[in-house]
């Protein structure tokens, strides 16, 4: 395992964005000391579906009433 220095890699980014791009994994690190680790992004192929955490959020009763406290700090 190779690992870059953050000087290294603030000269050479693009390269190094192009190499993880690519499927190379690319270690980045302070000292010689591995610290964080440039993969590639795969999004996702799926559109996210409308209310498909339907049921898991609650909003309190009174979530949307006025609080005199909060509108005091607006004046």
Do not use: W
């Not at 799926?46 to 406290?69: Q, S, T, Y």
């Amino acid at each position: 395992m190779k690992v870059i220095n953050v000087q290294e890699a603030k000269t050479h980014l693009s390269r190094l964005i192009d190499s993880a791009a690519a499927g190379e994994d690319i270690i980045l690190g302070k000292h010689g000391k591995p610290m964080v680790r440039l993969s590639s992004f795969a999004a996702s192929k799926e559109p996210r579906r409308l209310g498909g955490r339907e049921g898991e959020i609650r909003l309190a009763a009174d979530f949307d009433d006025e609080d005199e406290h909060i509108n005091a700090l607006f004046r």
